[in-house]
């Protein structure tokens, strides 16, 4: 049984950084797509970056590009997210998700919710001062 585990919220004031683990417990293919989203009260779940498992291109949400850094470690089944310089905006509970299979249409993963298989139970990010 598969099992994405994330941890690394907290609360941080504006500017501050924080980074997000995810964690795939029980998933043993090379070839898988990882996705971190977030959903912020009374609104709709949003892409914020995804990486591909080929040639490692990630794609970014224009809100936090150029903020944030989306990462995997293959070998440990690890994705991470680097957030820095956050603002009270990005507060959000932050999912990571996985989706199996060969990845030929990376930046797809980016919004469609569709495309992933499993999915994390979120952490929560705050960023108040």
């Known amino acids: 049984q598969v099992q994405l585990v994330e941890s690394g919220g907290g609360l941080v004031q504006p500017g501050g950084s924080l980074r997000l683990s995810c964690a795939a417990r029980?998933?043993?293919?090379?070839?898988?797509?990882i996705g971190w989203f977030r959903q912020a009260p009374g609104k709709e779940r949003e892409g914020v970056s995804c990486?591909?498992?080929?040639?490692?291109?990630?794609y970014y949400a224009d809100s936090v590009r150029g903020r944030f850094t989306i990462s995997r470690d293959n070998a440990k089944k690890m994705a991470y997210l680097q957030m820095n310089s956050l603002k009270p905006e990005d507060t959000a509970v932050y999912y990571c998700?996985?989706?199996?299979?060969?990845?030929?249409?990376?930046?797809?993963?980016?919004?469609?919710?569709?495309?992933?298989?499993?999915w994390g139970q979120g952490t929560q990010v705050t960023v108040s001062s």
């Open positions: 029980g998933f043993t293919r090379d070839d898988y797509a």
């Open positions: 998700a996985l989706g199996e299979g060969v990845v030929r249409h990376v930046e797809a993963f980016l919004t469609d919710k569709r495309l992933y298989d499993y």
């Open positions: 990486v591909g498992n080929s040639d490692g291109s990630t």
